[in-house]
């Protein structure tokens, strides 16, 4: 098996587990996921950073369809915008009669900076009539009631 890089090349990462999430609902417009965002510094040197998100997301009894991508912070714009087309994501199914439910996990590998930066996902919902996504928080049916269980939402840094 290939490996991408080696662990012990892993340099100057940040590693967040929240476990603190509530389940959330996405709206139906364009919407950064704040809980994504994060201001990172690559060691001098580097040659790629590396923005590894996992998380939960679901439709219940809806179709859903939107973009999901990688965005950076322009601090002389003051504006954010998308990193890059090729970074992109479509995510969801058109079937209104079918419940959805996904455990993402992306790994974007960029092109190392100086200085810092600020990085998020942003998600562009198809139509405002998709409905809102709900994330972090799965709901489960035992066959005799329906109950929910946090999904642990993970988001890791870092340079190579």
Not at 7 to 26: C, G, M, P, Q, R
Not at 94 to 103: D, E, L, P, T
Request: glycine fraction near 4%; include cysteine; charge should be negative.
């Amino acid at each position: 098996m290939a490996h991408l890089f080696k662990v012990d090349k892993l340099i100057n990462y940040i590693h967040n587990v929240d476990t603190s999430f509530t389940k959330e609902a996405i709206s139906t417009t364009v919407e950064y996921y704040p809980w994504t965002e994060v201001t990172y510094t690559p060691t001098t040197g580097s040659s790629k950073v590396v923005y590894e998100i996992s998380y939960y997301a679901e439709k219940i009894n809806g179709y859903h369809f939107s973009l999901i991508q990688l965005e950076e912070y322009d601090a002389v714009l003051g504006s954010w915008s998308e990193i890059n087309e090729k970074y992109r994501h479509n995510i969801g199914n058109w079937n209104v009669s079918q419940s959805q439910r996904w455990y993402f996990h992306f790994r974007y590998v960029i092109p190392a900076w100086s200085g810092s930066k600020q990085l998020r996902i942003n998600n562009k919902t198809y139509s405002s009539s998709s409905g809102s996504l709900s994330v972090h928080e799965m709901t489960e049916w035992d066959g005799s009631s329906a109950t929910n269980k946090f999904c642990n939402t993970n988001l890791l840094v870092y340079s190579i």
